[in-house]
Each structure stands twice: as C-alpha cells, then as structure tokens.
C-alpha cells in the first residue's frame, strides 16, 4: 500500500474524530505520560514519545518532547527537547520513559527514567531546552534500576524538594537545594521505600496469589490545600488510576480510590498529571484512540475537573472532546508559530537549528485547526512564512471547519526549495470577534510546502 494511499485512509477513520474532538492534544507524533508544569503563565507538558514504527513489538522511545499552551486548546510543539544521546556514561538505544520538569532558581531539572538504566537528570535555563546532563552519571544510586522508572518531583513550602518513583514499589529522596543531589543520610543510603499496604494503596491479589496493593506505577506527586496528593496507575494490566493522599510528605498515605476507570479508548498503560492552572483544574492521561488501539502507540490527553469541597477527587470520563471552553484568546496580529495546533490531520512538525519547529509533510487535503481566535474589530490581510519546491499549492483559510466560510486563498508560490523561507499573503474578508480557523492545503501530488508562522494584519 503506498503512503497516499495509507494517509488517505487514515483520514477517512479519522473523520469523526476531526470533527468533535480536542483530544488527543497532539496528532503530529504518538505521545505518553504527560508531566505538565505551570511556569508564567504557561503550560509546558512534557511528554515520553512513543516511535511511529514499533520495534520488537514493544515500546519504542528514543526521545523527550514538550508543549506548550496558554488557553488549554492550542499546543506549540517545542520538538524533541531531550534524548537518550544526552547521556553519554550509557549506550542505551531504546527507553526514553516517562519524565517530570521543574523549576527552581532561574533552571529547570527534567528528570527521566531510562528503562534498565535508572533514573537520570538534565537542566536548562529554559523549560524548552536545551538540555544537558550535570552529573554525568544516573541520579538514584540503587540496586534496583529496572524498577527506577517514573520520578515524580515536588517542592514544598519549606523549600524542600521530594522526589518519588517507582514499579511495583514506592521510593522516594529529599533532593538537595542544586537538585541533582539528594540528602543520604535517611533510608538506605538516602532511599525511603514506603510501606506498601492496603491502607496506603488499596488492596488486590497479586501475581503471586499473595495480598498486595493496587499501586503498579506512574506516580504524579503535589500538594494542594495543604494536602499531599499521590495519584498513579493502579491495578496492573490493564491500569486504571488511583490515588491516596497524606498530611506529610513522606506520609503515612491512606487509600482514597480510583478517579479514571478503564474505558475502550485508554492504552493497557496510563500516566496522570494533575494541575491548577487560570482557576482551574485539569487531568492529563494517555490513551490509545489515534493509534486505533495500539498499546505501544499512545497520545496525551486532558480533562477539566473539579474537586469535591473535602479535597477529595471525583470520577472523571475520559472523553474525545476534551477541553471544551479556552481559557485565553490568540492573538492574530502577531506572529503565530504553524506549530501552534488544537487538531491537525495528515502532517508532522520537524526541526533546525535554523529556523526552529515548524510543521511538514503538507499534503493535499491536510490542514490545521486553531481554536479561539480574537480579531477584535477586524482583519484584512493574511501572512505566512511558507518554503516550497513547487507552485501551485494553496492555503485555504476557512471559518470554524475544513468546510467552513472561506475567507481568502494564500497562493504558495515555489520558493526555490524546503528550506528557502519567504513570507506570501493574501487579502481576507474582513473578520471580527473571536472565531475558530482551519488552514486547508490544498495542491498537488506529494509534499506540498513547509509552513513556519502566519499573521494577520
């Protein structure tokens, strides 16, 4: 079967989907264990990513990759901010497991499992990268590396900063002020393992026949209200997510239950992160419907909630419509990275030292949907940062959907080639108020054009 016609038929099972849907948030790449950090502002999530192509039949990751949103429904893809190939005291090829980014004193720590290797550490001066490794070594220093996976990393009030992981068991250390350190003095050589039992975490059979509890992995560790929260997978294969919550860091934690049940479009794997942002309240998770359920294929998805008045959290739907109402507007007078997406169809976004994230693989039929558009008293002119090799193709701006109100037809002339930017424009109708837009590309056969920003003016 060849590309066209594989990405046609992908279209077509992805109709109903295109239609209603905000989840799953990216579309561009499989994504999973979301690890979403508020700084400024700004959601940035931090995702594992899962490869196109699955090696072996297992899960294949060779990366880190972020996101960003100011109204919760448009995602700036930031590329691949991390990869196995920072950490040169390892050879792993495969692993890239579910990370956690936090902020403190100007730097951001992206800590990160890697499967059979342990739990690492990276630092930047930005939440986008880059990243480089401080300590040239793993960061837990354990004798149990292929149960090190998913560190989950919280500051409290008092300034201390805790870190937990772990599968099948709990751990976690009291990271010292720098970060990629922590406090040796408690545990075992500074590790704390929890007392896995049924008050803590629930109660099941285990493998073994014997009691144990519904913790299995995936730990999203924070406080709220002066309540400690620990929210992770549960119940092994396949994985619904629980929680318990503590008055102390360390605990003792109590069971509390569970607050996503499975459902036919969630992965035999789930990973949550929890966080307030603009008075609100969101779950991201992952599933498998864009993979069409394929297990090793997931994406990150989010829900809006609200906690109960005691603290404690309901049950919550995962559903295709996601995050319904936007809690900020676009600007469209100044410039919009293409990159900048609330659903896609048919595309990638790629990356050069050059010119940045930017969004390819742009065929006939393909477009891009950004949601809460505010044009204020009007728009009269449409500008895009386009690179073709060919003329002929054609960006259609359109109101609300792909059928939409067509406003104007930017022509993308041949530039000289992929990678030769140059700004085209096209007149629109003028447009006021606040709107959802879809970019249809229209052309011929093949890759039509690269595409980097737009405005309007």
Aim: hydrophobic share 35%; net charge negative.
């Amino acid at each position: 079967m060849n590309i066209r016609i594989t990405k046609l038929l992908i279209s077509i099972s992805l109709l109903p989907l295109a239609c209603f849907s905000q989840n799953p948030i990216v579309q561009t790449y499989y994504t999973a264990d979301p690890a979403p950090m508020v700084h400024n502002g700004t959601v940035y999530v931090y995702t594992s990513h899962d490869e196109d192509e699955t090696v072996k039949n297992f899960f294949t990751m060779y990366d880190w990759r972020c996101y960003s949103t100011t109204d919760m429904v448009n995602w700036t893809d930031h590329g691949a901010i991390a990869s196995l190939k920072n950490f040169g005291w390892m050879d792993k090829t495969n692993g890239a497991w579910a990370p956690q980014c936090i902020g403190r004193n100007g730097k951001f720590y992206l800590y990160v499992p890697i499967h059979g290797e342990g739990i690492a550490v990276l630092v930047s001066d930005s939440p986008t990268g880059p990243f480089s490794d401080p300590i040239g070594k793993r960061l837990i220093d354990s004798d149990h590396v292929w149960q090190d996976i998913d560190p989950t990393v919280a500051i409290d009030d008092n300034g201390q900063a805790w870190l937990y992981w772990g599968n099948p068991k709990l751990w976690y250390v009291k990271l010292n002020e720098d970060m990629v350190s922590y406090d040796r003095s408690v545990g075992e050589n500074g590790i704390v393992s929890i007392d896995m039992t049924a008050e803590a975490f629930g109660s099941k059979e285990g493998r073994d026949g014997k009691p144990g509890t519904t913790y299995t992995e995936g730990p999203w560790f924070y406080k709220r209200n002066n309540l400690y929260y620990m929210v992770y997978a549960a119940e092994g294969i396949p994985e619904y997510i629980a929680y318990s919550t503590a008055t102390s860091p360390g605990g003792p934690w109590t069971y509390k239950g569970n607050i996503m049940q499975r459902a036919p479009q969630l992965a035999f794997t789930n990973h949550a992160g929890i966080i307030d942002f603009k008075g609100n309240s969101y779950i991201f998770y992952h599933d498998q419907d864009l993979s069409k359920g394929q297990g090793f294929k997931r994406s990150v998805s989010v829900e809006q909630f609200k906690y109960n008045a005691d603290g404690s959290i309901p049950l919550i739907i995962p559903t295709r419509e996601g995050v319904k109402q936007s809690v900020g507007n676009l600007n469209p007078y100044q410039k919009v990275e293409a990159e900048a997406i609330a659903w896609s169809e048919g595309l990638k976004t790629a990356s050069d030292s050059k010119t940045g994230v930017y969004v390819t693989k742009i065929d006939n039929g393909d477009y891009i949907k950004v949601r809460s558009v505010d044009f204020g008293k009007g728009a009269k002119k449409f500008e895009a940062s386009v690179a073709s090799a060919s003329a002929g193709s054609q960006i259609e701006i359109r109101l609300g959907s792909i059928d939409g109100e067509l406003l104007g037809v930017c022509e993308v002339k041949n530039t000289g080639g992929l990678q030769n930017w140059e700004m085209q424009s096209c007149k629109v109708k003028k447009i006021k108020g606040v709107h959802d837009l879809c970019f249809v590309f229209k052309g011929g056969g093949g890759q039509l054009f690269n595409f980097d920003w737009w405005q309007f003016k």
